[in-house]
T-cell receptor, first 115, second 114 residues
């Protein structure tokens, strides 16, 4: 069974440019989460989808970030325009059931560098 | 003040040693406590999950939670070089609308040497 797939694995862009990150969750997983780790800091929650619906986007830093999940399958996270402080590793995670003991499967992350 | 505090290390131990990793937290609302292992250039992988005070054992790993002290630990017995990784504690509150929003510690880098 394929795991959570994220691409690109690395992205280097200049300040002001646009970047789109993609996440393919494990097939059949309704829950999809985005997390981010900025250099030297802890991994932080960005948002949560259940199928195509955003359940909680309280962790999104500002309106330069837009997440979508078309048809409840893969998800994209767009940053437009990118700023220096957006650099970090963006993780996607998915889970099958909405239970309190749900097990989150994480992708390997996208390393974003904004120069 | 951070909600979850974790010593970043690095921690270096000889093969076969018992490793103790710890986190403290300030949010009494946390209900679920997890330990993740992260290898270089990989995503976090769930190791242990618990929701009550006490100990939970799985092979060489034991997770310990003390809610009264807001303190959790992970013990690794007979440590192996393959255990070398970053260990992240994580805690969560189950949201009314569903979903497990995790709050992570910064992670402790562990190296087990031959």
């Amino acid at each position: 069974e394929a795991g959570v797939t994220q691409f690109p694995s690395h992205s280097v862009i200049e300040k002001g440019q646009t970047v789109t990150l993609r996440c393919d969750p494990i097939s059949g997983h309704d829950n999809l989460y985005w997390y981010r780790r900025v250099m030297g800091k802890e991994i932080k929650f960005l948002l949560h989808f259940v199928k195509e619906s955003k359940q909680d986007e309280s962790g999104m830093p500002n309106n330069r970030f837009l997440a979508e999940r078309t048809g409840g399958t893969y998800s994209t996270l767009k940053v437009q325009p990118a700023e220096l402080e957006d650099s970090g590793v963006y993780f996607c995670a998915s889970s099958q059931e909405r239970q309190t003991n749900e097990k989150l499967f994480f992708g390997s992350g996208t390393q974003l560098s904004v120069l | 003040q951070k909600e979850v505090e974790q010593d970043p290390g690095p921690l270096s131990v000889p093969e076969g040693a018992i490793v103790s990793l710890n986190c403290t937290y300030s949010n009494s609302a946390f209900q679920y406590f997890m330990w993740y292992r992260q290898y270089s250039r990989k995503g976090p992988e769930l190791l242990m999950y618990t929701y009550s005070s006490g100990n939970k054992e799985d092979g060489r790993f034991t997770a310990q939670v003390d809610k009264s002290s807001k303190y959790i630990s992970l013990f690794i017995r007979d440590s192996q070089p393959s255990d070398s990784a970053t260990y992240l504690c994580a805690m969560s509150v189950w949201l009314t609308g569903g979903g497990n929003k995790l709050t992570f510690g910064t992670g402790t880098q562990l190296k087990v040497e031959l």
